[in-house]
């Protein structure tokens, strides 16, 4: 396939310009720096190749990294790991990787989601490129909790929804570079969203995750800045009582409808107070956009949620 790469953004690191007796060194000792949990192991004495190119989108990051035959291990650490889940797509060569007991191999062109809450593997075959898109964890499994168990798959690129995916990252990783940052985070919220087209759930995952569970999420993902929306209102659109649709996603996700709503409203203000498409926007404003009517009240569940108030959130960030 055609080799996307990040073009005209300059290298965070590139072994290129390093002697080739450091070249081994400096990847082990600076990658984890960008990916703090990540261990560099058997690398050639004397690596050929290696680039890591990097831009941010929106609350996320998308990320070009070229490297020779490695192995790759990553443990997050306590209280800091699980911040974001990232599609990864092989560009050349080849890689094994493995995490919670699943293991796959990507050639050119394949794809596979990757959980960074959790341990998991590389193993880096040949000389490999491959970009991915790290997509923050909440917005990920707020829109698609049963993604939490596809990490390590590759998809199914026979399927229409996962070759639009495909395509969809590769054009991302061309023309990111010469997109505003504003329209860098509405592409992030778009490619969370085009998952669900690419690894809707079947087989044994149907059993996490039905139909109805994933058609009452989205529409509550439509009508999440309505703040007459109502768990009545979204039983009705899927044509079932407020009690039995309360009984499918309390087995699906251990919350009710309304609770739901909730969390996703607080969530996705979360995520709006630090996107800078929104820097101009006052907390008020956010908050009566993601369906809150009362700023007060608002604040009062933001810290209660977060541990911290809107406006401290937007000043100090998720961390």
Not at 43 to 63: H, Y
Not at 156 to 165: H, I, K, N
Not at 275 to 300: C, L, M, T
Request: proline letters at 6%; glycine letters at 8%; charged letters at 20%.
């Amino acid at each position: 396939m055609e080799t996307p790469i990040l073009p005209h953004m300059p290298a965070l690191l590139d072994l290129s310009t390093v002697d080739a007796d450091r070249r081994a060194g400096l990847w082990a000792g600076s990658a984890p720096s960008f990916f703090p949990g990540l261990s560099i192991h058997d690398m050639p004495a004397e690596a050929p190749v290696g680039q890591i190119q990097s831009i941010t989108m929106g609350g996320g990051s998308l990320w070009s990294v070229l490297s020779a035959p490695v192995q790759v291990t990553y443990s997050p650490a306590m209280g800091e790991g699980g911040a974001s889940i990232s599609l990864l797509m092989q560009i050349d060569g080849a890689m094994v990787i493995g995490q919670n007991h699943r293991a796959c191999r990507l050639s050119p062109g394949d794809m596979c989601l990757i959980d960074e809450r959790f341990p998991f593997h590389l193993h880096g075959e040949t000389l490999s490129r491959i970009v991915f898109l790290r997509m923050p964890r909440s917005a990920v499994l707020g829109r698609h909790p049963y993604l939490e168990h596809c990490s390590a798959q590759a998809l199914d690129l026979d399927d229409p929804g996962a070759q639009l995916l495909r395509d969809t990252l590769v054009r991302t990783v061309q023309t990111a570079p010469d997109l505003r940052e504003e329209q860098r985070g509405s592409v992030l919220a778009a490619m969370v969203h085009l998952l669900g087209a690419a690894m809707a759930p079947r087989g044994e995952a149907r059993d996490e995750a039905n139909w109805r569970v994933r058609a009452a999420l989205a529409f509550i993902e439509t009508q999440l800045g309505d703040a007459d929306l109502t768990a009545e209102q979204v039983a009705t659109a899927q044509g079932v009582s407020r009690r039995r649709l309360d009984q499918v996603l309390r087995r699906s996700l251990g919350r009710s409808v309304t609770a739901h709503i909730w969390a996703r409203r607080l969530e996705q203000a979360a995520a709006d107070l630090t996107d800078p498409r929104y820097q101009g926007q006052a907390v008020s404003q956010i908050a009566f956009a993601n369906g809150f009517e009362d700023a007060a009240h608002f604040s009062r569940a933001f810290k209660g949620r977060f541990g911290r108030t809107p406006r401290d959130w937007r000043i100090g960030g998720a961390h």
